[in-house]
């Protein structure tokens, strides 16, 4: 596909998810549908899923096909955002998470603590546009979103206006990320027009960034300009700081950014890898990580009760996190001989367990090797590894893996399907085809495995003498 032909293409494609939004969106008067056939049947209904489904073909289609041939940065961001338009303007689409930032806010402006209760403690005034299963849920995000999400609600009083504010934040942490990818992509010797197009030209961005007002879009900004100070100062003091006090505010939007402070530690080394020099100039990043962390939480006058908040993500069960579907298709296999399990803790653990193993690895290796390309693996682990996958999660490790991957791989195809797994009203295809994501999953997982294993005893082979 020509690029002038992708430019339009895609913003088609916007414009028809725009309409799906207006038509049939997570709008705060909707019905809390549960089902694809609710939507079907509900006003508007097939229009509103055709109009999602051609545009969402359409985006992505065009994104696509341009992922190794974008013309030029510049040429990048301006069709982004061109892109981008039509769902700013439009109502929140595929997620009703906003509302909850307002309810939290809420909360946390009522003198509450959202760590401790659900926002129908309060209750919040908007309480009807919050999913059911998230109302009496402590809150998940870091103590500085829930500071932020406060003022929100304070100083705008209504839900619109905080919607509003939510939806500019979101802008505010993509422009930040497409100011720090092109320096972060430098410094890994790949492409800047590439990396900037791989990660916000994606669909997720456009629906769940833009539309769907997703905190995630902050801490994506904060993070790959924490990873971009430090990798274009590496060695000097206050330029380390300044990068761990910028992911040290990205942990304190979602602490799963912590992730990568390791890996920004080894970045921040001039010259080969030492403990020593690891303390001198890895000390830097780290401190000024958890430095920020734990400085807002106690400025917050909170806790650290987002680790409840985190644990309570495992309520929603879905194929599409590969350790939930071994334990959905663990059960499905013993039903035919008359038996029960509730397999789902034991493989959630299992993936826990592995996803540690595998950060320290990942941290190993990246000593002597890519720190910043190990960085993008280390997030990609921890987001298919965790009990719960959302499709806006994998905009974490795209933003890094594009701006440190040589060529475009295999995270762009899952950026790719994800773009696809949620409805315009908020309702995840996941829950509905069980049955049949979980043992497909469970056989990818198969296959990947035997996979590395073979290429583990292939690696470990002798070559032979001529």
């Known amino acids: 596909m020509p690029h002038h032909l992708a430019r339009w293409t895609g913003l088609a494609g916007s414009a028809l998810l725009a309409v799906a939004a207006f038509l049939g969106g997570a709008l705060p008067g909707s019905p809390l549908r549960t089902t694809p056939v609710g939507i079907w049947q509900g006003p508007d209904g097939p229009l509103v899923l055709v109009a999602w489904l051609v545009g969402t073909t359409l985006l992505a ?7 190794d041939r974008v013309p030029s940065t510049r040429w990048a961001l301006v069709t982004i955002g061109l892109w981008l338009l039509p769902l700013l303007l439009a109502p929140p689409l595929a997620s009703r998470d906003v509302y909850a930032y307002a309810c939290q806010g809420a909360s946390y402006a009522a003198g509450i603590n959202p760590y401790e209760q659900g926002v129908s403690a309060l209750p919040c005034p908007w309480l009807d546009t919050i ?9 998940p995000y870091g103590p500085l979103f829930v500071v932020l999400s406060g003022a929100v609600v304070t100083a705008t009083g209504s839900l619109t206006g905080a919607i509003i504010v939510f939806r500019l934040i979101a802008v505010a942490g993509v422009a930040l990320t497409a100011v720090s990818l092109p320096v972060l992509a430098r410094r890994a010797g790949v492409p800047a027009g590439r990396a900037v197009w791989l990660t916000l030209a994606c669909p997720l961005v456009a629906v769940h960034l833009i539309s769907g007002a997703h905190n995630d879009a902050l ?23 300044a990068g761990g006090v910028l992911l040290g505010l990205a942990a304190s939007i979602k602490v799963t950014a912590l992730v990568v402070v390791p890996f920004a530690a080894l970045v921040a080394i001039v010259g080969g890898y030492s403990i020593r020099a690891l303390i001198r100039h890895g000390g830097w990043v780290v401190g ?10 106690f400025a917050a006058g909170l806790d650290f009760g987002w680790v409840g908040g985190l644990a309570r993500g495992g309520d929603v ?48 290796r990246a000593r002597t090797r890519e720190p910043l390309w190990h960085a993008g693996l280390a997030l990609a682990a921890t987001v298919a590894l965790a009990p719960l996958f959302h499709p806006w999660y994998w905009i974490w490790p795209l933003a890094v893996l594009a701006a440190t991957a040589r060529r475009a791989g295999w995270f762009t195809v899952v950026a790719l399907i994800s773009s696809f797994l949620v409805l315009p009203d908020g309702t995840g295809l996941p829950r509905f085809t069980k049955s049949v994501g979980a043992p497909l999953m469970t056989l990818l997982v198969i296959v990947l495995v035997i996979r590395l294993v073979r290429s583990a005893r292939a690696t470990r082979q002798p070559v032979a003498a001529d």
């Open 61 to 67: 289609a065009a994104w696509w096909a341009l992922r």
């Open 219 to 241: 801490m994506v900004g904060l993070l790959v300009a924490g990873l971009a100070v430090v990798a274009s100062r590496p060695g000097r003091p206050g330029p380390l700081l």
């Open 288 to 297: 000024g990580a958890v430095a920020v962390v734990v400085g807002v939480t």
């Open 317 to 364: 069960i879905a194929w599409t996190s590969p350790s939930t579907a071994i334990g959905q298709t663990v059960g499905y296999l013993v039903v035919p001989f008359g038996g029960h399990v509730d397999a789902l803790p034991v493989t959630r653990a299992i993936g826990m367990a592995v996803l540690a193993v595998l950060l320290i690895w990942l941290w190993w």
């Open 131 to 139: 999913s059911y299963i998230w109302r009496d849920t402590p809150a």
